[in-house]
């Protein structure tokens, strides 16, 4: 077999316009830190910004030169140049705002977790595909260097038949900047992991029974999960594991990928976990055996914050366009959400679920 060093080409496919109008529903950290940053790298147009707290959006409007700033949701939805509406807020009044943005006949792009309910999800979906408007879910990880270049090899046959996944976390997660998380119902999953659920489904596919783990470190005072520990189960015998832990105090942090298959390894780092909201570029090797069993690695040049928050922006401009489906439609993130939601069956029953069971 001839030796050959891949080309992997991890960025987001760009549509041919960039100039479509976006207009931002909430003007908090994600928007400022991870949103605007991304679209300006991009060269997306933002055409104004609305926050329930309107200081909010005066200020993003004037550190990121934002020419609109919208007293209320409708005022912004009412504006012909606004063709995209980008919403982040938090996921219990993300519903609304979609019911009014497919009623004004706007594409949205939602936040994750894109419902706090699965039957809000089905909706939300429902609403958009009777409107004929494309909703896609900003669920980026998709889109961090190492996950794309990650499918690229899967894709390639470099790791030939999937027999084990697995994608471990153990950092210490500054609960400050979301202390609404960290008060409520659900945390690590619903907030956290479901970027993980969601890579792990476009890597490896759907799993056939989700078993979970869950609980939280001995001094904190959540009354939710803040670590969890979970095996999917496939009918190929694909095992996969995910274990994340947010209250890791020891100095020896790390965030880790490993596919490995019936050719093949995938593994590598995901840097935005060792210092959030910072990050650093993930890292990434690769052996197959159609190459000789020998060890290549990547140089991986850009960063989940704010790099790969360009993807589903692109893949929504680029479903607009061809008239297809954004790569994280809603309809597809009904199937992240069923995982989600079995993940906390599972934890509350103590049993494997599937995730069919999750219905509206
Ligand atoms: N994709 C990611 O990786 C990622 C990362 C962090 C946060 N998030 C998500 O983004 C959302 C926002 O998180 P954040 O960290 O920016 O929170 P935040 O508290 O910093 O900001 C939320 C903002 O939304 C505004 N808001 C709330 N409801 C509103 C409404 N109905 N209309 C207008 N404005 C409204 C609030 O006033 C606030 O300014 C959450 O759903 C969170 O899960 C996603």
């Given at each position: 077999?001839?030796?050959?060093?891949?080309?992997?080409?991890?960025?987001?496919?760009?549509?041919?316009?960039?100039?479509?109008?976006?207009?931002?529903?909430?003007?908090?950290?994600?928007?400022?830190?991870?949103?605007?940053?991304?679209?300006?790298?991009?060269?997306?147009?933002?055409?104004?910004?609305?926050?329930?707290?309107?200081?909010?959006?005066?200020?993003?409007?004037?550190?990121?030169?934002?020419?609109?700033?919208?007293?209320?949701?409708?005022?912004?939805?009412?504006?012909?140049?606004?063709?995209?509406?980008?919403?982040?807020?938090?996921?219990a009044?993300?519903?609304?705002?979609?019911?009014?943005?497919?009623?004004?006949?706007?594409?949205?792009?939602?936040?994750?977790?894109?419902?706090?309910?699965?039957?809000?999800?089905v909706?939300?979906?429902?609403?958009?595909?009777?409107?004929?408007?494309k909703?896609?879910?900003?669920?980026?990880?998709?889109?961090?260097?190492?996950?794309?270049?990650?499918?690229?090899?899967?894709?390639?046959?470099?790791l030939?038949?999937?027999?084990?996944?697995?994608?471990?976390?153990?950092?210490?997660?500054?609960?400050?900047?979301?202390?609404?998380?960290?008060?409520?119902?659900?945390?690590?999953?619903?907030?956290?992991?479901?970027?993980?659920?969601?890579?792990?489904?476009?890597?490896?596919?759907e799993?056939?029974?989700?078993?979970?783990?869950?609980?939280?470190?001995?001094?904190?005072?959540?009354?939710?999960?803040?670590?969890?520990?979970?095996?999917?189960?496939?009918?190929?015998?694909?095992?996969?594991?995910?274990?994340?832990?947010?209250?890791?105090?020891?100095?020896?942090?790390?965030?880790?990928?490993?596919?490995e298959g019936?050719?093949?390894?995938?593994?590598?780092?995901?840097?935005?976990?060792?210092?959030?909201?910072?990050?650093?570029?993930?890292?990434?090797e690769?052996?197959?055996?159609?190459?000789?069993?020998?060890?290549?690695?990547?140089?991986?040049?850009?960063?989940?914050?704010?790099?790969?928050?360009?993807?589903?922006?692109?893949?929504?401009?680029?479903?607009?366009?061809?008239?297809?489906?954004?790569?994280?439609?809603?309809?597809?993130?009904?199937?992240?959400?069923?995982?989600?939601?079995?993940?906390?069956?599972?934890?509350?029953?103590?049993?494997?679920?599937?995730?069919?069971?999750?219905?509206?």
């Amino acid at each position: 077999m001839t030796d050959y060093f891949p080309h992997l080409d991890y960025k987001p496919e760009m549509p041919k316009r960039l100039d479509r109008g976006i207009g931002i529903v909430g003007a908090g950290g994600i928007v400022n830190y991870a949103h605007l940053p991304a679209y300006k790298k991009a060269g997306f147009r933002v055409v104004g910004v609305v926050d329930k707290q309107r200081d909010r959006a005066e200020h993003t409007a004037q550190q990121h030169a934002i020419p609109h700033v919208y007293s209320t949701v409708d005022e912004l939805l009412g504006e012909d140049d606004v063709e995209i509406v980008d919403v982040a807020v938090y996921p219990a009044e993300q519903g609304e705002i979609v019911r009014l943005a497919t009623a004004a006949g706007k594409h949205l792009l939602c936040q994750k977790p894109f419902a706090d309910e699965y039957s809000t999800a089905v909706r939300n979906v429902k609403l958009a595909e009777q409107a004929k408007v494309k909703l896609a879910v900003n669920q980026q990880m998709r889109w961090d260097a190492g996950i794309r270049c990650a499918r690229l090899l899967i894709d390639d046959g470099w790791l030939g038949t999937p027999t084990y996944g697995t994608i471990q976390v153990h950092c210490h997660t500054n609960w400050s900047l979301w202390p609404w998380i960290y008060q409520g119902k659900r945390v690590e999953i619903m907030f956290h992991s479901i970027h993980y659920i969601d890579s792990l489904r476009y890597l490896l596919g759907e799993p056939s029974w989700v078993f979970t783990s869950g609980s939280r470190g001995p001094a904190e005072s959540t009354g939710a999960e803040t670590k969890t520990v979970t095996v999917w189960d496939y009918a190929s015998g694909l095992q996969v594991v995910i274990d994340v832990c947010h209250t890791t105090w020891q100095d020896d942090r790390y965030a880790i990928f490993r596919f490995e298959g019936s050719e093949g390894v995938i593994k590598g780092t995901i840097g935005l976990m060792y210092n959030y909201p910072t990050g650093q570029p993930d890292t990434l090797e690769f052996m197959s055996k159609r190459n000789s069993q020998y060890w290549f690695s990547g140089r991986l040049d850009s960063m989940w914050i704010p790099d790969a928050f360009v993807g589903p922006m692109a893949s929504l401009m680029c479903a607009i366009e061809n008239d297809s489906e954004p790569e994280t439609s809603g309809r597809d993130n009904l199937r992240t959400l069923q995982v989600v939601f079995a993940e906390y069956r599972s934890m509350a029953e103590r049993r494997a679920v599937r995730p069919e069971e999750i219905t509206a």
